[in-house]
């Protein structure tokens, strides 16, 4: 299994530019997450889905947008990148939420993205 | 704000010793869990704690929970280079999303 893939590793956009960041994962979980963090810091989350279909937005979901179209996918969007959105983006994955029951999350090697 | 706070913010200590790291937070809990990370590579995660205990242990790692002072530790023991990361708290807010702490650095000195 290979877990959570993300693609790219590493972006520099430019002010105003677009683009999609993948998130895969093979585990058959439910629920998937999108996280930046920024140097120093602990992970904020960016908007979360618990399944095929459905998003959330979670603690700084501003400036993105997401889509679950399958359950093994999770797009992360940015239509207008800034340079307060320069980061290290990771998404994660989890068979519950955690609420009830066992809910490690499974992370993936995460994409580094400069925003000039 | 939401977040645990962990402390210390660093740790460096010799190879061989013991290294604490604590963390608080402020909601009620169904349980808490900690994640290391190293340098440049995403979470993985370490062990979980639920509420209703107050002590677990897994290999060279002791965790505790004390829900009254809404606190955490993580004990490693005989520390070894290969433990320099830095490590997360996290822990579920009330509406499925998970808080992570703000991390304590550790660095072991050989």
């Known amino acids: 299994n290979a877990g959570v893939t993300q693609t790219p590793k590493f972006r520099v956009l430019k002010t105003g530019q677009s683009m999609t960041l993948l998130c895969a994962q093979d585990?058959?979980?439910?629920?998937m997450y999108w996280y930046r963090q920024d140097p120093g810091m602990g992970l904020r989350l960016i908007h979360y889905?618990?399944?095929?279909?459905?998003?959330a937005k979670g603690e700084v979901p501003d400036g993105y947008n997401v889509s679950r179209l399958k359950k093994q996918n999770f797009l992360l969007g940015l239509e207008s990148a800034a340079p307060s959105q320069t980061s290290v983006y990771f998404c994660?994955?989890?068979?519950?939420?955690?609420?009830?029951?066992?809910?490690?999350?499974?992370f993936g090697p995460g994409t580094r993205l400069t925003v000039l | 704000s939401q977040q645990g706070e962990e402390d210390p913010q660093a740790l460096s200590i010799q190879e061989g010793e013991n290294a604490t790291m604590n963390c608080s937070y402020k909601?009620?809990?169904?349980?808490l869990q900690w994640y290391r990370q190293n340098s440049g590579r995403g979470l993985v995660h370490l062990i979980l704690?639920?509420?209703?205990?107050r002590e677990k242990h897994s290999g060279r790692l002791r965790v505790t929970l004390d829900t009254s002072k809404k606190s955490s530790s993580l004990l490693i023991t005989a520390s070894r280079a290969a433990d320099t990361a830095s490590y997360f708290c996290?822990?579920?807010?009330?509406?499925?999303?998970?808080?992570f702490g703000s991390g304590t650095r550790l660095s072991i000195r050989p």
């Open positions: 994660a994955s989890s068979y519950t939420s955690g609420r009830a029951g066992y809910n490690e999350q499974f």
């Open positions: 585990m058959n979980h439910e629920y």
């Open positions: 909601t009620s809990i169904n349980n």
């Open positions: 704690i639920r509420s209703n205990e």
């Open positions: 889905s618990v399944g095929e279909g459905t998003t």
């Open positions: 996290a822990f579920y807010s009330s509406a499925s999303k998970i808080i």
